[in-house]
């Protein structure tokens, strides 16, 4: 049902579109005319000029989640560090909603009528749990806003200029957002919740949008130093750096602020304001660069860059001794404890992660066009949680607390991302969320070393059980016997190539025995020729008896063609040191069915050692991985 | 190609001692081969021993081992 009537300020026609209008900005003088109860009109406070959106104007259509919709006014908001637009829409089946557009993220609300009171603003802290109905909320944001001004229809009555206090948050899970804004003068909360919606959920028809460029062509002068800002700025830019002097411009207002400046010399930057980085097939620009450097052991530093894309909106990267991750904000439940210890598990919505570190940063630089405010010196509490290559950060910036999730960017991904010539530093050590990756060599030996392994395990089995040791011949010889020479009784292998085995034994006493051993054929033909020795000494000194050697020996020999032998034997002895013999007779005995089974060990440590290769690797790697955040927590302690 | 080759030669070394351990195990690839030539024990006699019997090994001037192989290998 339309509507039209005259600015009560200018005169001029306005059209309404929605019977659920109760303020409209007139499109000539931009002054905000309301409704009362009686449909009078009242003119109120004259907007800002605000400036276009690349994303929506009044009068768009569009779709969202697959639903159509015309735009039909906004409201643009300052708060402490930055601004935000409210974008009220009119669904296909005639209701209103609105797409809150906040540093590069959107929402999509409507009214939520309270069944039960919510705390009072002065109660409210980041991290406040918020009954809203059926749902618990999260408190994320805390702050005071100014309504600068706004265009079209809005569906409520908002005085511009007008400030009040609000609280932003989202589902425990991150499954919805929701806002609360509170009269100033009554205290009493007004709610809203909505869906948190990713840049390609919602946008305007290509040929509705109100730019056609990402950059606005509004020029800006630095009040500090007089000098013309020339670098990116978006309609979503909060703040520029001016390249001159370095202070920080906040442009959230009709007129430029400054906050803070950058002292001191630049850091080193990798990529400059401007750099094109393709990442998830998403051509970004470095829009802005922050260095936050953190007092640890020592004072080390990290750069952030701000990037964007037209399509994909904002995208962080972060630079640390040589890794890069991208993140972007997420809006789930964090249920770190207020005292975390490295690797204790974190709830990170339905995930679970690992807490890394904790600390406190502090911004230092600053420069290019940021989507908030960002003020050199300010401090940012933290905590960093690993689920490599996935990481979430909970960060607190005063009264803010923000969740990002991001990943690791190897650094091939990284090559490919930069335009060629563009050099990355090396990388140092091992960083926090940095993926294991298995040197290619190494890749896929494990399982076939596995399977050497269960092979000679086998065979070693099969060897041990097939070992029958049938003796063919036992003897005890004299000593006056081998020190002569003397050829045992005959015994017979029954087949070619048999493996056998002469084994003794001597009561050996402080003395030793050196024995030849010479096979002798059916023919007296020495065939083979072999030697073994024993040795077995006793004693006590002052740590108590000791006892080393043994009167037995053994070894194997091996036998090519099946037939009856002998042994010729020789030994000679001694005791002490270079002692006469003692004369000790000795047992031997002669076997066949042998297989030497020790063979088998070497196969079986070799295999052992090259399939735990893998394992170890990645042991040693997690092992680099933690020692900065153990290290730091053994330190603490 | 470097990490093929390197992979390539694990498993053969890995190759090679199984099949060493199989031979030594079962085939006695690693003890002590026969003599080249078989060495008549009274050849090896160098001098008379006792009861008439050769003396092998006190014959070539061995007291025990060491003192090389007539046989050769």
Not at chain 1, 586 to 600: L, M, N, Q, R
Request: contains cysteine; aromatic residues 10%; hydrophobic residues 35%.
């Amino acid at each position: 049902m339309e509507r039209e009537f005259h600015c009560p300020s200018c005169g001029a026609a306005n059209l309404v579109t929605n019977p659920g209008i109760l303020m409209k900005v007139c499109d000539y003088c931009k002054t905000a005319i309301y409704w009362d109860k009686a449909s009078a009109l009242r003119a109120g406070r004259k907007s800002l000029d605000l400036p276009p959106s690349s994303r929506f104007r009044v009068g768009a259509t569009g779709k969202v989640r697959g639903t159509a919709f015309t735009v039909l006014g906004r409201l643009a908001y300052a708060h402490e560090s930055g601004a935000w637009n409210e974008w009220f829409i009119e669904m296909s089946n005639g209701e209103i909603k609105w797409l809150s557009e906040d540093e590069g993220e959107l929402f999509l609300e409507e009214p939520l009528i309270l069944s039960a009171p919510v705390p009072p603003f002065q109660e409210l802290q980041p991290g406040t749990k918020v009954f809203l109905n059926d749902k618990i909320g999260v408190v994320e944001e805390l702050g005071t806003a100014r309504c600068l001004g706004g265009e079209g229809q809005i569906p409520f009555v908002v005085e511009i200029g007008e400030t009040y206090a609000y609280a932003d948050g989202s589902g425990v899970e991150g499954d919805f957002s929701f806002g609360l804004e509170y009269d100033t003068r009554t205290g009493q909360p007004t709610a809203f919740i909505g869906d948190i919606l990713s840049v390609k959920d919602s946008g305007a028809r290509p040929e509705d949008k109100g730019a056609p460029s990402a950059k606005t062509a509004q020029a800006i002068r630095c009040p500090s130093c007089g000098k013309p800002y020339e670098g990116p700025r978006l309609e979503t830019t909060e703040m520029v750096v001016c390249a001159a002097c370095g202070a920080g411009l906040e442009l959230d207002e009709a007129e430029i602020r400054v906050v803070g400046k950058n002292t001191g010399k630049r850091p080193r930057f990798t990529f400059r304001i401007g750099t094109p980085i393709t990442l998830e097939n998403v051509r970004y620009e470095v829009m802005g660069r922050l260095f936050y450097e953190e007092s640890d052991d020592g004072p080390y530093g990290s750069a952030e860059y701000v990037l964007y894309s037209p399509d994909a909106g904002y995208l962080w990267l972060s630079e640390e001794e040589g890794h890069f991750t991208v993140s972007r904000p997420t809006h789930v439940s964090f249920s770190a404890p207020p005292i975390p210890v490295p690797k204790m598990k974190v709830k990170v919505g339905p995930e679970s992660f690992q807490f890394y570190e904790g600390g406190e940063v502090t911004l230092r630089w600053v420069d290019g066009a940021l989507p908030w405010t960002a003020t050199v010196g300010e401090k940012t509490r933290y905590k960093h949680c690993i689920r490599p290559p996935h990481y979430v950060d909970q960060e607190i910036t005063g009264t803010e607390v923000e969740l990002f999730r991001g990943r690791y960017v190897t650094r091939r991904e990284m090559e490919t991302a930069i335009p060629k010539g563009l050099q990355l530093p090396p990388p140092q050590g091992i960083y926090s969320c940095q993926p294991y990756e298995r040197p290619g060599w190494m890749a896929g030996l494990s399982p076939i070393a596995g399977m050497f392994l269960v092979v000679n395990v086998m065979l070693l089995v099969y060897s041990l059980a097939a070992d029958t040791g049938t003796v063919l011949l036992k003897e005890k010889i004299t000593a006056q016997q081998y020190a002569q020479e003397h050829l045992t009784s005959p015994f017979t292998v029954q087949k070619d190539g048999t493996i056998l085995r002469v084994s003794g034994k001597s009561p050996l006493n402080n003395s030793w025995l050196a024995l030849d051993f010479a096979v002798v054929n059916r023919d007296q033909e020495v065939v083979s020729e072999f030697y073994d020795e024993a040795s077995y000494y006793h004693g006590v000194d002052s740590e108590g008896s000791w006892t080393e050697g043994s009167g037995s020996f053994g070894t194997y020999f091996w036998i090519k063609k099946a037939g009856t032998y002998q042994l010729l034997v020789h030994a000679t002895g001694g005791s002490g040191s270079g002692g006469p013999p003692r004369n000790e007779p000795v047992d031997i005995a002669v076997s066949a069915g042998h297989t030497i089974t020790w063979y088998f060990w070497i196969p079986i440590l070799l295999s052992g050692i090259v399939a735990s290769l893998g394992p170890v690797h990645k042991y040693l790697f997690e092992a680099r991985r933690w020692l900065p955040a153990v290290g730091d927590e053994d330190d603490d302690d | 190609m470097s990490g093929i080759l390197t992979k390539a030669l694990i498993v053969g070394v890995l190759g090679l001692f199984t099949v060493a351990a199989i031979g030594g195990s079962f085939r006695g690839w690693f003890l002590p081969a026969e003599l080249k030539q078989p060495v008549s024990l009274k050849e090896g006699s160098q001098r008379p021993g006792s009861h008439g019997r050769a003396l092998y090994f006190l014959g070539a001037g061995r007291s025990h081992y060491g003192g090389g192989y007539r046989g050769g290998k």
